[in-house]
């Protein structure tokens, strides 16, 4: 069976919740992130469940994309679609699938009149920023914090 990417589905939040689990072992400074996971989903799912995609082969869900409509950018004004998450099982990786659901993410947001689509990345994104710029996606602002 070939991959799809297709909306969520309920069954599918415990095997994304084990996804995100998993990419963040590799990430101890996200301690967080799990929680912030959490509520991605719970807010897509009341509030635009259509840009919640999971890649699914064979039944499985083996990546997620979180896209949302934001409203008018703050500086310009353009329609500002953003891309909140988009993770890939680890054994999955590789092989197209972050494109693919980054594709699929930008067409639905396009498809919402989206005229400009931002992607926050962790400083810690290391490779995974790689496939943002390869969509062509440019570093456009800075967000510095202090602890």
Request: charged fraction near 25%; aromatic fraction near 6%; hydrophobic fraction near 40%.
């Amino acid at each position: 069976m070939p991959l799809v990417v297709r909306r969520v589905k309920v069954s599918d939040l415990p095997v994304l919740e084990t996804l995100e689990l998993e990419t963040t072992k590799r990430f101890p400074a996200r301690t967080r992130w799990i929680e912030t996971f959490r509520t991605m989903l719970e807010t897509s799912l009341s509030e635009e469940p259509e840009g919640l995609l999971v890649a699914d082969y064979d039944g499985r869900a083996i990546g997620v994309a979180v896209a949302r409509v934001m409203g008018p950018h703050p500086l310009t004004g353009q329609t500002l679609g953003r891309v909140l998450t988009l993770s890939v099982a680890p054994g999955w990786k590789a092989q197209g699938i972050g494109e693919r659901l980054l594709k699929e993410a930008e067409a639905y947001l396009k498809s919402r009149g989206c005229q400009v689509i931002a992607m926050s990345l962790p400083s810690d994104a290391g490779a995974e920023g790689e496939l943002f710029k390869q969509a062509g996606f440019k570093v456009s602002a800075w967000e510095l914090e202090k602890s």
